[in-house]
C-alpha cells in the first residue's frame, strides 16, 4: 500500500510540513526531511522551486527565488533525494507547478519520483480534466498519489469530480486567499467545511493556507484528517543560523 493511505487509514491529526528545497542553503533538503521527521511531522511536502509558483504568497515566492539562486533544479533535487529512503520513512509528496515537470519530461519525472522512493505528486496548476485525460494513466504506472486542491471556489461538480479521481486526501483550501495572507481564516474555513461536510465526499480531507500554530491546527483537524504548514514553516527556518535547531524549535509549537 502506497504509504499515504497507511498514514490516512492508521492517523488523525495528520501534520504535513511543506518546505522549498534548496533553501535556506542548496544542500540544506534532507536535513529539514530528517529534522522534520524526527520532531513529529507525519508527512513531508517538498517543494520543487520555480520562477512565478502558483497560488504562494511573498513568503514561498521568496523562498523560490532563493533557491534557484541557490542553484536548485529538479534534476538536482532527485540527486539529492537519491538515498533519502534509508534516512526518512514518513510519505513523500512533490509539489511543483506544472512547468518544470513538462521541461523534466512528465513520465521521466514519475520514473524518477518512484525510484527516489517519493509516494504522491501536487501539482497546483494542473487541471482536473487535464490530468484525466493527459496525465492520470502515467502517475498510477509509477504507484504514485496524486492530490488536487479544492477551494472555497470550487462547484459542487468540480469537487465530485475530483472525488472521482483522488485515491488517497484531496487538499482543501482553507479560502481563496494565497498561502499566508488569510486573515478571516476561522470563518471562511468552516464556512467550506461544513458545505464539504453535507457533500459526503469518499476521499479524506486535509487543509491547508492559513495554518499557523498550533490553535489553527486543531481548528482544522475538527473538520478535516489533517493541516498543512507552509509559510509559517518556511519563515522559521530565517530564525536560526542552526537549521536543524530552526525546525526543532518551529515543530516544539506543535507537541
Known amino acids: 500500500m502506497n504509504r499515504i493511505n497507511q498514514l490516512l487509514s492508521s492517523k488523525d491529526h495528520i501534520l504535513s510540513i511543506y518546505f522549498t528545497a534548496g533553501y535556506p542553503a542548496l544542500e540544506d533538503t534532507v536535513l529539514i526531511m530528517?529534522?522534520?521527521?524526527?520532531?513529529?511531522?507525519?508527512?513531508?511536502e517538498i517543494g520543487v522551486p520555480f520562477s512565478d509558483p502558483i497560488a504562494d504568497g511573498p513568503t514561498i515566492q521568496h523562498t523560490n527565488t532563493l533557491a534557484l539562486k541557490n542553484g536548485m533544479t529538479v534534476e538536482v533535487l532527485f540527486s539529492q533525494l537519491k538515498n533519502v529512503r534509508e534516512?526518512?520513512?514518513?510519505?513523500?509528496?512533490m509539489m511543483s507547478s506544472l512547468n518544470p515537470i513538462l521541461q523534466y519530461g512528465f513520465e521521466r519525472f514519475c520514473q524518477r519520483c518512484k525510484e527516489v522512493g517519493t509516494d504522491g505528486l501536487i501539482i497546483p496548476d494542473l487541471p482536473v480534466?487535464?490530468?484525466?485525460?493527459e496525465y492520470k494513466t502515467l502517475v498510477?504506472?509509477?504507484?504514485?498519489?496524486?492530490?488536487m486542491l479544492i477551494t472555497p471556489a470550487s462547484t459542487d461538480e468540480r469537487i465530485r469530480l475530483i472525488d472521482d479521481h483522488t485515491d488517497s486526501f484531496i487538499?482543501?483550501?482553507?479560502?481563496?486567499a494565497i498561502t499566508g495572507m488569510n486573515r478571516n481564516f476561522a470563518t471562511d474555513f468552516e464556512s467550506f467545511a461544513t458545505r464539504l461536510k453535507a457533500m459526503n465526499?469518499?476521499?479524506p480531507l486535509i487543509?491547508?493556507?492559513?495554518?499557523?500554530?498550533?490553535?489553527s491546527f486543531d481548528q482544522v483537524c475538527k473538520f478535516s484528517k489533517g493541516g498543512i504548514i507552509g509559510s509559517a514553516f518556511?519563515?522559521?527556518?530565517?530564525?536560526?543560523?542552526?537549521?536543524?535547531?530552526s525546525v526543532e524549535n518551529f515543530m516544539s509549537r506543535f507537541k
Do not use: C, Q, W
Open 34 to 44: 530528517k529534522t522534520l521527521e524526527n520532531t513529529g511531522a507525519d508527512l513531508i
Open 87 to 93: 534516512k526518512v520513512k514518513v510519505p513523500l509528496i
Open 129 to 133: 480534466e487535464e490530468y484525466i485525460f
Open 140 to 147: 498510477e504506472k509509477y504507484g504514485l498519489r496524486n492530490i
Open 171 to 176: 487538499y482543501m483550501v482553507s479560502s481563496a
Open 201 to 203: 465526499l469518499k476521499n
Open 207 to 215: 487543509t491547508g493556507f492559513g495554518i499557523h500554530d498550533r490553535n
Open 234 to 245: 518556511v519563515r522559521a527556518l530565517d530564525e536560526e543560523r542552526n537549521v536543524d535547531r
